[in-house]
Nanobody, 116 residues
Framework: QVQVVESGGGLVQPGGSLRLSCAASGILFRRNSMGWYRQAPGKERELVAFISSGGSINYAESVQGRFTISRDNAKNTVYLQMNSLKPEDTAVYYC??????????WGKGTLVTVSS
């Protein structure tokens, strides 16, 4: 079994920054991807960014240039540095750890609120 735990959400003013962290624990395989998704009220969950264990990265167009994803493979931890935050970034952010379609795990989510 794999456990995925996020931290770092909170309230921030427009234009501000936040850093999210996510740690995976349990029986993990070296080849995997970790990433962030978000779900705003009344909307479907959407991809924000993901990074493979080999370092390949993909960003949603809406966050390109503002958000940076990184990972520490030794700690099985992924980070999301969010800069120039906008009110439309308000959502619950979920961390995902994936090895395959059969081994795909989610955290419980952390709320990010961007408001003045």
């Amino acid at each position: 079994q794999v456990q995925v735990v996020e931290s770092g959400g909170g309230l921030v003013q427009p234009g501000g920054s936040l850093r999210l962290s996510c740690a995976a624990s349990g029986i993990l395989f070296r080849r995997n991807s970790m990433g962030w998704y978000r779900q705003a009220p009344g909307k479907e969950r959407e991809l924000v960014a993901f990074i493979s264990s080999g370092g390949s990265i993909n960003y949603a167009e809406s966050v390109q240039g503002r958000f940076t994803i990184s990972r520490d493979n030794a700690k099985n931890t992924v980070y999301l540095q969010m800069n120039s935050l906008k009110p439309e970034d308000t959502a619950v952010y979920y961390c995902n750890y994936r090895e395959s379609s059969h081994r795909n795990y989610w955290g419980k989510g952390t709320l990010v609120t961007v408001s003045s």
